[in-house]
């Protein structure tokens, strides 16, 4: 049966960066404004008032201190709160595409495949620009790759999914290369406008290879996929929404979350995940040169690291990354892989683990050839 080698990592990262300061400046000009135009009926406590953010508060609660957007100007205009992205012509390469070719081509230089070697393209994230054509059969257009390519979505742990998807497929013998993108333009779906959530997501790119039996990289020795219905994390913007009466700008047609179940539910879920993962895969938590988490919040990563590992975590084991991206949904943990990994040696191991919105968890066992 042939082995899955993880051989190129890509990264495209926007230029335009909010911090915790523009961010909570303009969130709280934002509700300045509100509050002074619903001021009678706040008073008749008709409608609640909004509070003021704090970027203190965030670093302290979440870890993330900065994010990377594809447009920063529309975030951060009070009377707008969202990002500021022209149309494009349907001749056009989709924003999605363009920023997952940004992400490909390193992966594919360094893997030193050329597009037309490729067996499977994959588009795994959060969200997709549109329904169809598939985001991934227009990238396997642009690229001018050969053999076939899909969308998947399973929320955050779409990049995790898609590579045991991928390494299945090669396993099988059905192809003997993939491409695996996730371009996250999370601010599009981000709702600016609370402040329990404003600061939580930045926008990314990252890009996988996988190879067939591969003479370096990260050759794959197990995956684990598990998802468990829940509406805790949640997004109505569905296309029968036109169907519905009252769908305009509704709140829930952005992202939301039960943060506080969130953190109550999923962070056992995701413990026993791991640690399921390992026996079944062989390897015991002192063989893990390196967790690649998924990057929502430290808290939450150094609880799963104590836990998986039976005591602190020791510099460098747990990378994270989310200080300077936020949460990028899918591609967080991929970014901790791609930026700390080169120095994994042979024969050393590491696990990706990605969780979210379904719930899902996905975990991939690497191990360095």
Known sequence: MPTPVITGKGVFTPEDVITNDEL????????????????????????????MSSAAFITQASGIERRHVMEKSGVLDPTRMAPRLPGRADEEPSLMAEIALKAARPAL???????????????????????????????QALLGAPGFAFDMNVACSSATFAIQVAADMIRAGSITSALIVSPEITSGHLEWRDRDCHFIFGDVCTALVIEADAERGFAIRSTKAATQFSNNIRNNNGFLRRAHDQMDDRRDMQFMQNGRKVFKEVLPLVSAHIEAHLAEDGTTPDQLRRLWLHQANKSMNDYIGRKVLGREPEAGEQPNILQDYANTSSAGSIIAFAQHSDDIAPGERGLICSFGAGYSVGSVVVERI
Not at 30 to 46: D, L, M
């Open 24 to 51: 909570v400046a303009s969130f709280n000009a934002y509700a300045t404004a509100f509050n002074e135009a619903h001021a009678a009926e706040i008073a008749a406590g008709e409608v609640a008032g909004k509070p």
């Open 109 to 139: 230089e360094e893997a030193g495949l050329a597009p037309e070697n490729l067996g499977a393209i994959l588009c795994a994230a959060s969200n997709m620009e549109r329904p169809y054509p598939a985001m991934a059969v227009e990238i």
